[in-house]
């Protein structure tokens, strides 16, 4: 009896809304900063979609008002929902035209026409589906180097073609940089057309990339986490899973080496971000970054965990065993991350019992190397065992 009722809780999961989360008005980005809308799991549509798309035309609005449009980066799994790992393909014609779907995409538009940036990271609906270009609201531009200005102002720097990948160079300088990679060519190369040549583009990229000490903070744009915590985490349920050791080596050598402050990333059927995903890297895969590396993942638009139908994504069994990250939740919405000169916040928004809810994280631009020899996570092999500290237990 016990048992049967344990393994039916572990199943059932509970939904989970943890950190510093509050009612009313999202926190103000400041009056100077530039803004970055992360929109993952946008392709079930519905009343989610419909909620997320209000709260998205306010955030819009407001950074217009200050004279400084923001980016909207479209994180996979747009065109059609995408179940951990599984995309359900719309009827053709009708990606950009489902109920939900259709706000969101208007939306954007109306932004874009008035002088905002759209842009995106095809997932495994967007290759499996079809990227669905015509009346999508965005471009679909991996691999790609995009700066943004202080004004807001995003501008593709990079070309790649056959034989290499250029960098424009700047007129005028950057807030920040955004490297946007395809992963699905490495991951599911059955998928993808002219695979290798894809693959040869982005290495061509990342090999192009402009170093110096004047450069500005440079983050990377994904479909999936470099390290996961939910059913796409080491020992989840999700396919494939976002693991660093699942990246390919030069992407891992680039993050190893200290090219990227940052992470975006969407993937997950949830929001939850890390100030240091290194520390979960060393507990899962035995590896130390060379500097701290924070990430935001923002995949619930419309496909969130805390949907009654998504039990057993948000259970136990389908978990990842890696890490918890302090703050996350499994309800609709969408990350907006803000980047002024003095640093970077992220304001996690979610539709939680209709009402909106937010919580702010403080993000850095700058950070010192970790120390040659510095502390070692739990490395239980569970997250509910003993030995792991309580607020890093599910």
């Not at 180097?145 to 007129?171: E, F, M, P, W």
């Not at 240091?276 to 923002?298: N, Y």
């Not at 700058?366 to 607020?391: W, Y």
Request: with cysteine; charged share 20%.
């Amino acid at each position: 009896m016990r048992a049967s009722l344990g393994c039916a809780l572990a199943l059932a999961g509970c939904v989970t809304h943890r950190g510093p989360w509050h009612d009313g008005p999202a926190p103000p980005a400041e009056p100077e900063a530039v803004t970055i809308v992360a929109l993952g799991g946008a392709g079930r549509g519905g009343a989610a979609a419909e909620h997320s798309a209000e709260a998205l035309d306010r955030v819009l609005a407001d950074s217009r008002a200050r004279g400084r449009p923001a980016t909207v980066l479209w994180l996979g799994d747009a065109v059609a929902s995408n179940p951990l790992g599984v995309p359900r393909c719309p009827d053709a014609g009708e990606a950009w035209t489902r109920d939900g779907i259709r706000d969101l995409a208007r939306v954007v538009r109306e932004h874009v026409a008035a002088g905002g940036a759209s842009l995106g990271v095809p997932g495994a609906a967007e290759w499996r589906c079809g990227a669905a270009t015509a009346g999508a609201p965005l471009t679909w531009t991996a691999p790609a180097l995009v700066r943004i200005d202080d004004r807001g102002r995003a501008t593709v720097a990079s070309g790649c073609d056959a034989k290499g990948c250029s960098i424009a160079k700047t007129q005028t300088p950057a807030r920040l940089e955004l490297v946007l990679l395809d992963l699905w060519p490495w991951m599911r190369p059955n998928d993808v057309v002219d695979a290798p040549g894809r693959v040869a583009r982005t290495e061509a990229l990342l090999a192009a990339l402009p170093h110096g000490e004047s450069m500005p903070p440079r983050v990377l744009v994904l479909v999936l986490p470099i390290e996961g915590a939910l059913a796409r985490g080491q020992g989840g349920r999700g396919r494939p899973l976002a693991t660093f050791h699942n990246l390919p080596p030069v992407v891992q050598d680039a993050i190893l080496g200290g090219e990227f402050i940052g992470v975006i990333a969407g993937g997950e059927h949830a929001q939850y971000t890390a100030r240091d995903v290194g520390w979960p890297i060393r507990r899962t895969e035995k590896v130390w970054l060379r500097q701290p590396v924070w990430q935001v993942v923002s995949g619930a638009v419309a496909d969130a965990n805390a949907r009654p139908g998504a039990a057993y994504r948000r259970s136990a069994v389908a978990h990842g065993i890696g890490w918890e990250p302090a703050v996350r939740t499994d309800h609709p919405g969408f990350t907006v991350v803000s980047v002024a000169d003095d640093g970077a916040q992220a304001v996690l928004s979610a539709r939680v019992r209709r009402r909106w809810q937010h919580a702010r994280v403080a993000l850095p631009l700058s950070v010192a190397p970790h120390p040659r020899q510095g502390a070692a996570p739990v490395m239980a092999p569970c997250l509910r065992c003993t030995s792991v500290p309580a607020n890093e237990r599910p």
